[in-house]
């Protein structure tokens, strides 16, 4: 299972970091960050492969949010800085059997239950 944590309410320029822990560990798993707003898909964030090796993010994250993990707590983070109003959204953490970098929902098999992310203008 996947326990989510770190949201709150910010404003606009502020930070977070969000934690992922993941009981049945992150050992050979990609790990991936999504989010969800109201009325809208959920959609790809951020990704790093196992080890760690590589990230990718979505185009309107690049250079504000950095993905991280550390294997020893089977812990997965999302840095979110220079936050922005249209960044709030559910954050949802998930875990892929594959090992390099997945943007796709379908490559998830282990999702946490979400941490709210609400930036004020």
């Known amino acids: 299972q996947l326990q989510a944590s770190g949201g709150g309410l910010v404003q606009a320029g502020g930070s977070l970091r969000l934690s992922c822990v993941a009981s049945?560990?992150?050992?050979?798993?990609?790990m991936g960050w999504f989010r969800q707003a109201p009325g809208k898909d959920r959609e790809f964030v951020a990704t790093?492969?196992?080890?760690?090796?590589?990230?990718q993010y979505t185009r309107s994250v690049k250079g504000r949010f950095t993905i991280s993990r550390d294997n020893t707590k089977d812990t997965v983070y999302l840095q979110l800085n220079g936050l922005k109003p249209e960044d709030t959204a559910v954050y949802y953490c998930?875990?892929?059997?594959?090992?390099?970098?997945?943007?796709?929902?379908?490559?998830?098999?282990?999702w946490g239950q979400g941490t709210q992310v609400t930036v004020s203008s």
């Open positions: 998930a875990a892929s059997s594959r090992q390099t970098t997945q943007i796709l929902r379908t490559e998830y098999s282990d």
């Open positions: 790093i492969s196992w080890p760690g090796t590589k990230t």
């Open positions: 049945g560990g992150t050992s050979s798993r990609t």
